[in-house]
């Protein structure tokens, strides 16, 4: 089943571009991502919005996140969520 990731990160625009580059260099699979938006927050904060073709493909994308915030130092996020799909309208 299709997952729908929202985290609300602790990181600002240039962080949020470090922790890509570290993830991306990481080789972790994007390969089920079927859509990625991020935005800055009124508290110039970075969120996010992903979809993914399951739970487990996203979990597994977030531990490379992580790794990439420890390296880095960078705070957690204020919060996650992991929501069931309904419904994708392309």
């Known amino acids: 089943m299709a997952t729908c990731r929202i985290v609300h990160t602790s990181a600002t625009p240039e962080q949020y571009d470090a922790i890509l580059g570290k993830v991306s260099a990481s080789g972790a699979s994007t390969a089920s991502r079927k859509l990625h938006i991020a935005a800055v927050g ?3 904060k970075i969120q996010v919005v992903e979809v993914w073709d399951s739970r487990s493909d996203s979990e597994a994308f977030g531990e490379a996140v992580r790794a990439a915030r420890e390296e880095l130092s960078i705070g957690e996020p204020a919060s ?3 929501l069931e799909v309904r419904n ?3």
């Open 88 to 90: 994708q309208i392309a």
């Open 42 to 44: 009124e508290d110039g």
């Open 80 to 82: 996650m969520s992991l």
